[in-house]
């Protein structure tokens, strides 16, 4: 289960076979595999041994992609982290993670510089910075020099094993405080064959990724991609009029989107059903696809719709294509080799429709998160993860996604769930996006507050919105208090919303 053989397998069965498009750029798989083993006997050359921790702070570029494949042949462990970290977020992640090299884009010579003297666990040649026009600043080395002169052949075996960490991956933040996220070969290994396999994949697919690949949600399509050695088409920056031109153009048949992208995709003046025929999967991940928006997908590409609920702690449940109508509002059952159950907080199982605390395990759960036992035993307790979400099944055992149990608002001591809030207000003809949260009040504990992000060409006075969510909601207690309008919501690399950020600033700005 060693997920670095694959690409040298491929290398060397169908060499000319279309490995990577990038920027109208195509690297064959024999191409790949020279442009992988050149950065994989720099990292050896450079005294970067197997398990040793490499750190990024990269766009979506040649350099992060080459670094996650020499990190899988040379057993190095790498720690991708989000191109958005402030300089003391950075300093935290890189000193947490015992990182011993840096790769960073040149935009953060200046923030890596400030902090050198708090990281001494990096030496001062370790920081090599990518995208240089030229020369690099002073006290860096470039992504060419670092690999300049070295052999593409492929690097010594590095004799790994089922339980060598291929990567930690940091939390993206959106509930708390990040954490490192350990993942094994054997733990990749698995999402290689369980989404290729879910997601109907075969070596002919072509998969486009216009996200960010810093989230553990792009290992979804990437290692499937290098599993059954198809063809990936990698944008720089999400675009949604680009998306719909390659899909077309380059006949691409998987694309896994955030909500977010979906609904760009959707509201694009090019979006037209027929340019994205080719398409045998549009997969959403990260966050709740309104049910709208849903609807919206099977009306126009029906057959095509995909829905993952999933953690980076490793458990996920898929609604299939073929379920995508007749079970609207579900987000699927586990695959193979998962187990799912619903829990009251006494630890008893739930009934069926009973609303508990989703939980799970199968051979893609972390072994634990990197240098916290304390926190991973509070995740997996008895072997079960506790996702922090809440949820219910139906007869059939498919899940219905509730919400995140932190973000439940509790209003005069009933349960309040945003996600049926949102669900509605999305109707409203002027709204692109909601976000509901909770901010205290002083005679019903909590209250719903709504967010709001308007169609272009739309425009709604708040008393309005707010009575025409009140006089819909299920309950009084679900009755809006107050609502913003925002240009735009705040996201993270990933594309999820930062549901936490809109609240905090609410909070903040009333002084609540």
Same mark, same amino acid.
Do not use: C
């Given at each position: 289960m060693d997920i670095g053989s694959l690409l040298p397998r491929h290398a060397r069965y169908r060499p000319e076979h279309p490995c990577l498009i990038l920027d109208d750029e195509t690297f064959s798989y024999a191409r +790949?595999?020279?442009?992988?083993?050149?950065?994989s006997n720099a990292l050896l050359r450079a005294g970067i041994k197997k398990g040793d921790h490499i750190a990024t702070v990269l766009p979506n570029g040649i350099e992060l992609m080459t670094l996650y494949w020499a990190a899988a042949k040379t057993g190095i462990v790498i720690v991708p982290s989000s191109t958005l970290l402030q /300089?003391?977020?950075?300093?935290?992640?890189? %000193?947490?993670?015992?990182?011993?090299?840096?790769?960073? %884009?040149v935009g953060f010579a200046t923030m890596l510089d400030a902090i050198r003297s708090d990281l001494p %666990?990096?030496?001062?040649?370790? +920081?090599?910075? $990518?995208n240089c026009q030229n020369d690099s600043p002073d006290g860096f080395q470039t992504f060419e020099t670092f690999t300049d002169g070295t052999s593409e052949d492929n690097?010594?075996?590095a004799r790994l #094993?089922?339980?060598d960490v291929y990567n930690i991956m940091y939390s993206s933040g959106t509930t708390g405080?990040?954490?490192?996220?350990?993942?094994?070969?054997?733990?990749r290994s698995n999402y290689c064959a369980h989404f290729a396999g879910a997601f109907r994949m075969t070596p002919e697919s072509v998969v486009l990724h216009a996200g960010s690949i810093v989230f553990n949600g792009c290992m979804l399509d990437l290692m499937p991609w290098m599993y059954f050695g198809e063809t990936y088409v990698l944008h720089q920056a999400f675009d949604a009029g680009a998306v719909i031109r390659d899909i077309n153009t380059l006949k691409v048949t998987h694309i896994v989107m955030v909500p977010s992208q979906i609904i760009a995709v959707l509201n694009h003046p090019d979006f037209q059903p027929e340019k994205l025929q080719s398409l045998e999967m549009i997969l959403s991940v990260g966050a709740p696809l309104l049910l709208?928006?849903? /609807?919206?997908l099977n009306r126009h590409l029906p057959g095509k719709f995909y829905e993952l609920y999933g953690l980076t702690e490793g458990f996920v449940t898929i609604l299939d294509c073929m379920d995508s109508t007749r079970k609207a509002g579900s987000v699927g059952v586990p695959p193979p080799f998962q187990e799912m159950k619903i829990l009251r907080p006494d630890g008893r199982e739930c009934d069926v429709g009973e609303v508990g605390e989703i939980c799970g395990r199968g051979p893609m759960m972390m072994p634990g998160y990197y240098?916290?036992?304390?926190? #991973? $035993?509070? #995740?997996i307790v008895d072997g079960w993860l506790h996702t922090g979400d809440a949820g219910h099944v139906d007869e059939q055992g498919y899940l219905f996604l509730v919400d995140r149990i932190k973000d439940m608002i509790i209003s005069g001591g009933v349960n309040v769930y945003p996600k049926d809030i949102e669900e509605l207000m999305v109707q409203h003809p002027a709204i692109l996006e909601v976000a509901v949260f909770g901010t205290p009040d002083e005679r019903w504990g909590e209250v719903p507050i709504a967010a709001i992000v308007c169609a272009d060409d739309q425009s709604v006075d708040k008393d309005e919105i707010i009575s025409w969510t009140n006089e819909r909601v299920a309950a009084k207690f679900q009755r809006l208090q107050d609502a913003i309008f925002l240009e735009s919501f705040p996201r993270n690399v990933a594309g999820k919303t930062l549901k936490r950020e809109i609240k905090e600033t609410y909070i903040k700005d009333r002084d609540l």
């Open positions: +790949f595999n020279g442009v992988v083993n050149r950065l /300089q003391s977020g950075l300093r935290t992640l890189l %000193d947490d993670s015992d990182s011993v090299i840096v790769f960073a %884009d %666990d990096i030496a001062a040649d370790r +920081f090599i910075l $990518a690097p010594p075996d #094993t089922d339980s405080a990040p954490k490192g996220i350990i993942h094994t070969h054997y733990v709208n928006y849903k /609807q919206q240098n916290r036992p304390d926190l #991973t $035993a509070e #995740t």
